[in-house]
């Protein structure tokens, strides 16, 4: 059975940072592409990054968050970490992680099969 179980949330102020953290089991995490996802009060849920497989390890991240947020995996924990720096309100939402065995090369912000129940990010002041 796989799970992803998220942690790490929680309340931070405007240039703050955060680290999610999502532990996986019940599959060979380097074999996989993982994602983080966000989704805030009344909006749609959207792609923050993801991390291909070991194979590549590329990582993918969305135009609003380029260059302040990053993914790395750890293979002996088994999990994959979201570092948030520079945090602005608007990356206010609960964060989810994603797992799937396609796109694994080159991961994509779109299709994924297994999911976390996700935490909350607060950034406010």
């Known amino acids: 059975q796989v799970q992803l179980v998220e942690s790490g949330g929680g309340l931070v102020q405007p240039g703050g940072s955060l680290r999610l953290s999502c532990v996986v089991s019940?599959?060979?995490?380097?074999?996989?592409?993982i994602a983080w996802f966000r989704q805030a009060p009344g909006k749609e849920r959207e792609g923050v990054g993801c991390?291909?497989?070991?194979?590549?390890?590329?990582?993918n991240f969305a135009d609003s968050v380029s260059g302040r947020f990053t993914i790395s995996r750890d293979t002996a924990k088994s999990s994959v970490t979201l570092q948030m720096n520079s945090l602005k309100p608007e990356d206010t939402g609960i964060y989810s992680c994603?797992?799937?065995?396609?796109?694994?090369?080159?991961?994509?912000?779109?299709?994924?099969?297994?999911w976390g129940r996700g935490t909350q990010v607060t950034v406010s002041s």
């Open positions: 994603a797992a799937t065995w396609r796109h694994v090369s080159r991961c994509s912000l779109s299709g994924y099969d297994w």
């Open positions: 991390i291909s497989s070991a194979n590549t390890g590329i990582t």
């Open positions: 019940g599959l060979k995490l380097d074999l996989y592409a």
